[in-house]
């Protein structure tokens, strides 16, 4: 599967699970896998997840 930041290659593991974390080996970008329909598998952008510094 081909990075969207990057289109870099971007290998999805065949026991790969939904919201699971992958990362492009050539930009470093995160994603999250997102199963639709029981096969189609897709690419979101990893949410990151700052520091709460109680604001």
Known sequence: ???PECDGN???PDDASNGE???CPDCGA???I???N???V???QAETVG???GE
């Open 38 to 40: 029981g096969s189609k």
């Open 34 to 36: 997102s199963k639709s």
């Open 21 to 23: 974390i992958v990362s």
């Open 10 to 12: 971007i290998k999805i």
């Open 30 to 32: 995160d994603f999250e």
């Open 1 to 3: 599967m081909n990075c």
């Open 42 to 44: 897709e690419l979101k």
């Open 51 to 53: 520091e709460d510094w």
